[in-house]
């Protein structure tokens, strides 16, 4: 089988479950702004400090993979679609919301603005964080109000930002015990 199939050589592309749009249509743009998010979790990874991390990116790189084919879905074919597979659930919104609460107990409650840049992993989960902001906003015309991709894509840039924290204070406190040494 050959990577190329030159099928979009006109400027269409194939939509899941079929159907073709221009490339550069709404459906492709939400998808596709998931598809960057999704990259920039595994640039995250590549700065992985610890096996923990490393396992929640791959999963929330799995997850996407979820909302990119919902998104790259037609709405006569939504019904296609299965729950947790190619479809966002509100379990896997709810996943989110319990991660966030248990990684936020990892690190101090912050009391001033963030600066990115404390440490590498930390730069790139707040990276990972902006793309997926902007996947946010690329879905709002392509999702159904039923749909929980908007919520989905809200509660990962969420947990971006707190991982990024996590990382944070991981470098802080390794300082701090350098320092004190």
């Known amino acids: 089988m050959k990577i190329y199939t030159k099928t979009g050589d006109d400027g269409s592309t194939g939509l899941f ?4 749009v221009a490339k550069d249509s709404i459906r492709p743009t939400a998808y596709g702004a998931g598809d960057e998010a999704q990259a920039a979790l595994g640039l995250a990874r590549v700065a992985a400090t610890n096996e923990t991390l490393n396992k929640i990116l791959v999963g929330l790189c799995r997850d996407l993979y979820v909302a990119m084919a919902e ?3 037609l709405e006569e074919n939504q019904s296609k679609l299965e729950a947790g597979k190619t479809l966002v659930t509100s379990e896997m919104v709810d996943s989110l919301d319990q991660l966030i609460d248990e990684i936020s107990l990892l690190f101090e409650p912050l009391k001033d603005f963030v600066i990115p840049g404390q440490n590498e992993a930390a730069a790139r989960l707040d ?3 902006v793309v997926i902001r902007r996947a946010e906003r690329e879905s709002l015309p392509v999702h159904s109000e039923t749909s929980y991709v908007g919520a989905y894509l809200n509660r990962l840039s969420d947990l971006a930002w707190v991982l990024a924290r996590w990382q944070e204070d991981e ?3 390794s300082k701090s015990v ?3 040494n």
């Open 71 to 73: 998104l790259a879905t």
């Open 171 to 173: 470098t802080l406190k």
């Open 127 to 129: 990276w990972a964080r």
């Open 17 to 20: 479950f079929g159907g073709r």
């Open 178 to 180: 350098r320092e004190s």
